[in-house]
């Protein structure tokens, strides 16, 4: 079955202590996205990744760094969380020229107190 | 940068015509998708649009594209309680990334 996979789904950890997200795809896509969702802001890109080695900065990357050291595998490194960062964030794979066919995951639901 | 617009909520009656609207700002857009979103999930693609046409048809779902004043409109006929969702406008812009509007919450009553 094709699916993107995000652990955790629900995280609370306190401020500074660093966390890693993890997303997983079986599609073999190239394209990989993080996104977090806030009410009344809708989705923003945090990073994406066109393919292996490579990432970039989507619109709200501060706090946050990414890997891609293989092509089914995409972290989300919060290397010192703070309470602004308590968010829905969504992991997301395609392949590069069909952007909007994007498979989601399920979501981490990330509190930082 | 590039926005997309989306009145925040809806509320219908079950069986009534839901019509969701969203505008953008970057002429360049290639596609303009809507996305559904149901409580706990991630998003699912509903139906996109080229930016080269008016109109698209998907049994339910009928969406609009007014280019000139660069407004994207979704028309649920018929809709229904589990229609009760969010919806996500977006643009394709560049080559590499979506722009999501902020999300309408559709609240379909019996």
């Known amino acids: 079955e094709a699916q993107v996979t995000q652990n955790p789904r629900y995280l609370i950890t306190v401020t500074g202590k660093k966390l890693t997200v993890t997303c997983s795809q079986n599609?073999?896509?190239?394209?990989m996205s993080w996104y977090r969702q806030d009410p009344g802001l809708g989705l923003r890109q945090i990073y994406y990744?066109?393919?292996?080695?490579?990432?970039d900065k989507g619109d709200v990357p501060e706090g946050y760094k990414v890997s891609r050291k293989e092509k089914r595998n995409f972290p989300l490194i919060l290397e010192s969380p703070s309470p602004n960062q308590t968010s829905l964030y969504f992991c997301?794979?395609?392949?590069?020229?069909?952007?909007?066919?994007?498979?989601f995951g399920q979501g981490t639901r990330l509190t930082v107190v | 940068g590039e926005d997309v617009e989306q009145s925040l909520f809806l509320s219908v009656r079950e069986g009534d015509s839901s019509v969701i609207n969203c505008t953008y700002t970057?002429?360049?857009?290639?596609?303009l998708y809507w996305y559904k979103q149901e409580p706990g999930a991630g998003l699912q693609l509903l139906t996109y649009?080229?930016?080269?046409?008016d109109m698209k048809q998907d049994q339910r779902l009928t969406v609009l594209l007014n280019k000139k004043d660069k407004h994207l409109s979704l028309r649920i006929a018929d809709t229904q309680t589990g229609d009760s969702a969010i919806y996500f406008c977006?643009?394709?812009?560049?080559?590499?990334?979506?722009?999501f509007g902020k999300g309408t919450m559709l609240l379909v009553s019996p």
């Open positions: 997301a794979s395609s392949t590069p020229m069909n952007l909007a066919e994007a498979f």
């Open positions: 599609m073999n896509h190239e394209y």
């Open positions: 990744s066109m393919n292996v080695e490579v990432t």
């Open positions: 970057d002429s360049s857009s290639t596609y």
């Open positions: 649009i080229f930016s080269n046409m």
């Open positions: 977006a643009e394709r812009s560049g080559y590499s990334t979506l722009t």
